[in-house]
């Protein structure tokens, strides 16, 4: 893994933050229809691509036949992902021309376009839905991604990504380097231009762009991609192509005291295949429908979406369990109450998803998590490895359970503690007690209490003779007079 700078300082950068991004990344090929065409609603209209900027400044390389097209649809759970040949027209289309947008909105930031591995708030005007989730603040880094994470932290390539191609790029290493980015309102573009390697500067300028549209789709445009994306080397920065996301789960540290630790959980990842990556080509990736959508109970346990979506009372919400919201879906108690899968009556039960797609065919998150320290579990473990290693695995998980054993711990460190203070209290007022008895007594032998202990304690003492004494007749003198049970007194004494 590799570490980015953050530029702005709001919100405050985590340090203490462990990343687990290990996850089974599963692809296959839809089965059924294909998916209905979906109207693309680029973010720029109208372009011509004969301005410069466009798409005929570049020259495809000879010997392609110009009458090939590359169409694939895969599924992702989350998305449905097709990519475009450089001769297919929809590749043109999707391409976003910047230098035709309103040059007011079209803003280049001045220090990332001057560093290396940066990385830099930016605020949306429209919410973008990512996964499921509604952001209003993306960030931005100079390695050709897009961080789309809550909790800030320095290794931002781990996970929480919209990646249209993430490689140890370096602005700073060629004055024609930039990164700009254009909201209109209804999308916004990040642009990485004329950027190069910073480990491998005679590859070449590389030109490509990621779209965020208000409706969830993501696009990804490449203009300009002079080798083949497998050749680049990841030794010293990873080299991804696709999506991320993950939930964040808090755990105390017992052995320090008001400190938390924020780990965070890769659930899902979209990995596009990089040798479909080429000049000119695109990716469109459509969001599918997810249990946050729904909004009642009776929608939701009857979805049939590919997850086993449950309802939470407690919290109004719909969730497979694994998502953003994991830590209150789990600290709320919601796995339990999702067993039953029963609505209260008089539960609305028509809603129309906000996704006018096709349903796809069922399936089930698969991810991977590994023990560490705590010893945690997960009863969803699969067989498969992980699909990489670029980052330290810390996880603290438990199914039915995540950053909910802090709190039976501490229900039962209650208990233990209340326990030990009641016991304390006890043998202190035993304790006073005996010392009040024993001052009494000392205070006052003829007592009751003086007498009961006296004559129930065995003697040993030896008989006693008292000699009248020669001056003072309140005096005797006292010597033994041999073993015997009791005493004898003078009568003087």
Request: aromatic share 10%.
């Amino acid at each position: 893994g590799v570490f980015y700078e953050v530029v702005q300082s709001f919100p405050h950068v985590e340090d203490n933050v462990l990343v687990d991004s290990h996850v089974n990344s599963h692809r296959w090929r839809r089965h059924s229809e294909s998916l209905k065409s979906v109207d693309t609603n680029r973010a720029s209209m109208g372009q011509d691509s004969t301005e410069p900027g466009g798409f005929t400044d570049l020259l495809l390389e000879e010997g392609h036949d110009n009458t090939t097209q590359t169409e694939e649809d895969t599924d992702h759970n989350y998305y449905t992902s097709r990519t475009y040949g450089p001769y297919d027209s929809t590749s043109r289309d999707l391409w976003v021309n910047i230098d035709q947008m309103e040059k007011d909105k079209v803003k280049i930031h001045g220090i990332l376009s001057n560093t290396h591995r940066q990385a830099a708030r930016v605020n949306l005007s429209f919410d973008f839905p990512f996964y499921g989730h509604f952001l209003r603040e993306i960030t931005v880094a100079t390695g050709g991604f897009i961080y789309t994470g809550e909790v800030v932290h320095r290794m931002l390539t781990a996970t929480q990504y919209i990646a249209p191609l993430m490689a140890n790029f370096d602005p700073s290493v060629s004055r024609n380097s930039t990164v700009r980015y254009f909201d209109n309102g209804t999308a916004l573009v990040v642009q990485w231009d004329h950027v190069h390697l910073q480990d491998n500067y005679n590859l070449g300028s590389f030109t490509f762009q990621a779209t965020l549209l208000n409706d969830g789709r993501i696009i990804f445009g490449y203009k300009e991609i002079p080798v083949a994306v497998t050749q680049i080397s990841s030794t010293n920065h990873p080299v991804k192509v696709g999506l991320s996301d993950a939930f964040v789960v808090v755990h105390r540290i017992q052995q320090i005291p008001n400190v938390r630790r924020r780990t965070i959980y890769e659930y899902h990842r979209v990995e596009l295949q990089m040798s479909k990556i080429t000049n000119l080509s695109a990716v469109e990736m459509i969001p599918l429908p997810t249990c946050l959508q729904f909004t009642s109970c009776g929608p939701c346990v009857t979805a049939q979406i590919g997850f086993n979506c449950s309802w939470c009372s407690k919290l109004q919400r719909c969730s497979s369990g694994f998502d953003r919201h994991r830590q209150d879906w789990v600290d709320s108690g919601c796995p339990e109450e999702s067993k039953d899968k029963i609505c209260e009556k008089n539960t609305d039960t028509t809603e129309t998803p906000p996704y006018s797609i096709t349903t796809p065919m069922p399936t089930s998150t698969k991810f991977r998590v590994l023990t560490t320290t705590k010893g945690s579990t997960t009863s969803h473990l699969p067989t498969s490895l992980p699909t990489e290693d670029d980052t330290k695995i810390a996880l603290h998980l438990k199914d039915n359970g995540a950053s909910t054993d802090d709190s039976a711990a501490e229900k039962k460190g209650g208990t233990l503690h209340a326990g030990l203070i009641v016991g304390i209290l006890v043998l202190v007022l035993i304790v006073a007690a005996a010392i009040l008895v024993t001052v009494y007594m000392y205070h006052h032998p003829t007592s009751a209490a003086s007498l009961f202990f006296i004559e129930r304690r065995p003697s040993r003492w030896p008989a006693m003779k008292f000699r009248r004494g020669s001056g003072h007749p309140a005096y005797a003198e006292v010597e033994p007079v041999g073993e015997k049970e009791g005493f004898i007194v003078s009568e003087q004494c």
